[in-house]
């Protein structure tokens, strides 16, 4: 192998990098979603590898894509969750997200794990489930989830992607997992049709 390097093919690979750079910064929104979802079925652990393939998601669309007011709740109680199995699990308010979608202003409610935040790999998972009027009809019947860090809220703003909602495990494999029930609080009058 050659070891010896001239300024022109320095230049030239400073400009190659360059190019791949400003490209992966101008990725479209679309491009990023599929790429999330490539993610998520790569590493979905649950599904046997044959059974990835009949995994379904609602055409990408933006406009589930919100930017929510955040409010943070200080010194909320732990309480514990109904899962679909005999354990419940233990969370607290982390803040609430106010937005609109399809003109019709909501709220959720966001959660921190107390278990999870004794963990120094996830201790900053924030845990957002819900339901909306797709629920036992067009999308799992005990509702979906979607994950967000403490980084993700800032200047008191948090973007919400319902693009990337998914399915507890409980949707995939029964009587296994103990994947926590939505509360009713965040039941959403309207119809989400991404994820």
Not at 98 to 115: A, P, W
């Amino acid at each position: 192998m050659q070891t010896s390097f001239s300024l022109k093919s320095l230049l030239a690979t400073c400009v190659f990098i360059f190019i791949v750079q400003e490209g992966y910064s101008q990725i479209s929104y679309s491009d990023s979603i599929k790429h999330f979802i490539s993610n998520y079925i790569a590493t979905h652990d649950v599904l046997k590898e044959d059974d990835k393939k009949y995994l379904r998601f609602f055409p990408i669309d933006e406009s589930y894509s919100v930017t929510a007011d955040f409010t943070r709740a200080n010194n909320a109680a732990w309480f514990e969750i109904p899962t679909s199995g005999k354990i419940r699990k233990t969370f607290r308010l982390y803040g609430i997200a106010r937005f609109s979608i399809h003109d019709t202003i909501v709220s959720l409610n966001i959660y921190q794990s107390q278990n999870l935040l004794q963990s120094e790999k996830y201790s900053d998972y924030l845990f957002l489930p819900f339901t909306d009027l797709t629920t036992g009809e067009e999308s799992y019947h005990t509702g979906r989830y979607i994950d967000l860090t403490v980084k993700d809220i800032k200047d008191n703003k948090v973007v919400i992607d319902f693009n990337k909602a998914y399915n507890p495990s409980c949707a995939y494999v029964s009587g296994k997992y103990n994947c926590p029930i939505p509360p009713r609080e965040n039941s959403l009058p309207v119809a989400i049709r991404a994820g």
